[in-house]
């Protein structure tokens, strides 16, 4: 048993047996009340869930294992070789275990994926029996459902698996699926945007680094940014809708290919993974509209109070959980102000977070008027020559699998039930409300 799956091992063996007893001693204590206003809004706020990688706060925001971004960044090992940056396979290993890996460790893990990374031949041609104009979150979709065939668990459970044994089989199955997924990813950006020419992968470089080689950027910046928004972007607790959408399908005993392509699906939709390039656009859209790249503050906030005038949002401002700057948001614009403290665009960005808070906050209706995480990550991406936005949406799903089958592992470790929450319908709810103004009145 390789040291990781160890360590995993004796780790949720003892949390299973605590939380059995602590189960068995409180099983029936109430931790939530559920509202109306919570079953017809998307279940919001509604505590009902487990999931161990990371906790979201409404005013630190994430922390992953108790650690918020800036520790992170300060404790994560970093590339052997002028890296400023945490390497997002010591985030996973945290994440995993909840213990922060020593410079060895993540060496091992970083390894041990690239002798894990090589994408069965089948899969690249079904890819490429897709249109190239296909957009890349479906191809990556595609891609990942390709690779099921070769699924450790889906083969063991054929087999007759023990159900004590599922974690063994989910954990080979989520080191090879993040193992291979940015080898899918980059073919998937050289397909569409390079006239199919790839570039093979490098085994000399970590992870978040062969990524970015793969897709074709050596620039030493760009690997650096990448290893932190592979971080950044890994897990954000269990209720945003990737998350749910693995941990959901997972519940039915489907493998992590099959739940992870749940995950791709869920952060194709505009309500959740486009806003990194819908922030972009709006800001490219401004720049073309106003005739200059250096627009002043005043100018930018005429723009935002038409764009708000017309009926529309500010994208990558307000969090439906976060009620002060995100961490995340803090983080790039830490890593902006460090590494590319000249470019027009990245001052824009920094410019509308001088503008738009006062804004919102004067409107009186927003909780959270500061940016989220996809204010910033266009401009970068932008400045370091990625100019294609609808593939933005990819690079947050591979970083998205860190944390989603991490939780996946934990599911299957602590036996988690098949998930099936009570629906009710609307004759039920005014039916209801009847009953209890009826007995208000008897009262």
């Keep these: 048993m390789d040291p990781l799956k160890q360590l995993f091992y004796e780790k949720s063996q003892a949390l299973g047996k605590e939380v059995r007893e602590l189960l068995k001693e409180h099983g029936n204590k109430k931790v939530d009340d559920v509202s109306l206003d919570q079953v017809f809004g998307g279940m919001r706020d509604i505590t009902c869930m487990l999931w161990e990688p990371s906790l979201l706060d409404a005013e630190e925001g ?17 590339a052997a070789v002028n890296g400023k940056e945490p390497l997002p396979e010591g985030l996973f290993w945290l ?7 020593s410079k060895e460790q993540v060496k091992w893990l970083t390894e041990n994926w690239v002798r894990r990374a090589n994408v069965p031949e089948h899969v690249f041609r079904t890819i490429d029996a897709l249109p190239a104009d296909t957009h890349p979150m479906t191809q990556l979709s595609v891609g990942v459902m390709a690779m099921q065939n070769t699924s450790v668990f889906a083969q063991r459970y054929t087999a007759g698996l023990n159900k004590t044994e599922y974690w063994d089989a989910t954990y080979e199955d ?101 806003a990194n ?51 995340r948001f803090m983080a790039q ?25 006062p804004i919102l906050t004067s409107l009186g209706k927003v909780k959270n008027p500061w940016p989220n995480v996809d204010a910033h990550s266009g401009a970068l991406l932008m400045h370091y020559g990625m100019k294609e936005h609808n ?32 629906s009710v319908t609307t004759k039920w709810v005014k039916d209801y409300l009847e009953k209890e103004f009826k007995v208000a009145a008897e009262n």
């Design 333 to 357: 614009r830490q890593f902006a102000e460090d590494n590319v403290p000249d470019s027009d665009l990245i001052k824009i960005v920094w410019k509308i977070f001088d503008v738009v808070p």
């Design 174 to 274: 989520t080191m090879y699926l993040i193992a291979r997924l940015p080898r899918v990813a980059a073919y998937i950006y050289r397909r569409v945007y390079q006239k199919g020419e790839q570039t093979l992968p490098d085994i000399s470089l970590d992870w978040g680094a062969n990524f970015a080689h793969m897709l074709g950027f050596e620039d030493a910046g760009f690997k650096e940014y990448m290893r932190l928004f592979l971080t950044i972007h890994a897990d954000h607790e269990g209720g945003n809708a990737s998350a749910h959408a693995t941990h959901l399908v997972g519940s039915t005993l489907s493998d992590p290919y099959l739940s992870f392509a749940a995950a791709t699906n869920a952060l194709a939709g505009p309500l959740h993974g486009l």
């Design 62 to 78: 994430i922390r992953f294992r108790g650690y918020s971004i800036p520790e992170l960044r300060d404790k994560l090992p970093r």
């Design 95 to 101: 994440m995993l275990v909840g213990e922060i890996p």
């Design 391 to 422: 593939y933005y949406t990819v690079l947050f799903a591979v970083s998205r699998a860190l944390g989603v089958l991490a939780a996946q592992c934990w599911a299957r470790a602590l036996s988690l039930p098949l998930e099936r929450p009570k």
């Design 277 to 327: 390039q819908e922030v972009i656009r709006w800001i490219l859209k401004m720049v073309d509209t106003l005739g200059t790249s250096k627009p002043s503050r005043e100018q930018i906030s005429e723009y935002v109070k038409s764009t708000l005038g017309s009926g529309r949002v500010i994208p990558g401002y307000g969090h439906a959980v976060l009620r002060k700057p995100d961490p």
